[in-house]
């Protein structure tokens, strides 16, 4: 059994980008600049927009961070969208979601310029990587097959299990797995709430990708000797032993199943730093027009 180590190829991946970054400078190019636009104090938000804005300056990368209260309203933050949409020094952006009730989420994202759309949300990068057009990839699932990819896991004929179908992380990564091209190939099964059986589903699956938010969900006696396991759960559970009061909890029981896997990451340092790798990606595929 191997473990993957995300946190690794995460770091190796945000040296070669500000290599990357270097060479443009050094050719006279301009510094690739990524906006972050969060409201409110939600904790996780929090937390991963300050990773975010890191691993910008460990990039080289110009951020800028703006942020709202809870009470920011529609009109102010489609305002600000359409501010960032006109700016020519801004690459990239992202509205860090979840965002507050009284906001439609999806007229934020549909108002942000697909062009500059690093997160991958909008409809028009969605619906290219349904039909496999050059798009910007959402993060986590392009942090997947990153992973999948320098560990050299072979994904061609496999039959793979993905667990949860958000717009995120299962729908994507499910039209990643089956598409033509290597990580991918595979035949992809996409289960969710209202899947008839659940078990039987993962323990004919070669590789299963859990992505569902229920701390261990997937136990050994639903793994098939061999199986890749990759884990995007990141739930807070209670830890009082912790400073932060919380410990991440993947959506795999680690500790039975790690025993019978040929590859499987773990949470955190798994598939969590390589989501903000593959903004980082995003934002220098933005900035050097590589694919708008
Ligand atoms: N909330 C949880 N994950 C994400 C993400 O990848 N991007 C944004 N904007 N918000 C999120």
Redesign the pocket.
């Known amino acids: 059994m191997q473990i993957i180590d995300g946190k690794a190829i995460a770091a190796d991946i945000k040296k070669e980008i500000a290599l990357q970054v270097e060479e443009i400078i050094a050719t006279g190019g301009k510094r690739p600049h990524l906006a972050?636009i969060l409201v409110g104090h939600d904790g996780?938000?929090e937390t991963?927009v300050a990773n975010k804005v890191r691993a910008c300056e460990e990039c080289g990368f110009t951020s800028t961070l703006i942020r709202y209260e809870e009470d920011v309203t529609e009109e102010e933050l489609l305002s600000k969208v359409c501010e960032l949409n006109a700016d020519a020094d801004v690459d990239g952006f992202?509205?860090?979601?979840?965002l507050p009730k009284h906001i439609d989420e999806q007229k934020v994202i549909e108002t942000i310029d697909y062009r500059k759309d690093v997160?991958g949300?909008h409809p028009i990068n969605a619906g290219r990587l349904a039909i496999g057009l050059p798009c910007y990839l959402?993060?986590?699932p392009n942090g997947i097959i990153e992973l999948l990819r320098r560990y050299n896991i072979d994904t061609k004929g496999k039959k793979c299990v993905v667990l949860g179908r958000s717009n995120?992380v299962g729908k994507p990564v499910a039209t990643l797995m089956m598409q033509k091209q290597i990580p991918g190939d595979a035949t992809v099964t996409v289960c969710h709430s209202h899947t008839a059986d659940i078990e039987a589903e993962c323990r004919a699956a070669d590789i299963i990708i859990a992505a569902l938010g229920q701390p261990h969900f997937v136990k050994a006696d639903m793994v098939k000797e061999g199986a890749v396991i990759i884990d995007v759960g990141t739930t807070r559970v209670p830890d009082a032993t912790r400073k932060s009061g919380f410990r991440l909890c993947g959506d795999v029981d680690f500790k039975n199943v790690a025993p019978k896997c040929s590859y499987i990451t773990p949470v955190p340092g798994g598939v969590g730093p390589m989501?903000i790798v593959s903004?980082m990606k995003n934002t220098l595929l933005a900035a050097t027009h590589k694919i708008y």
């Open positions: 972050a996780g938000s991963y992202i509205v860090q979601l979840p997160d949300f959402s993060a986590t995120i989501t903004l």
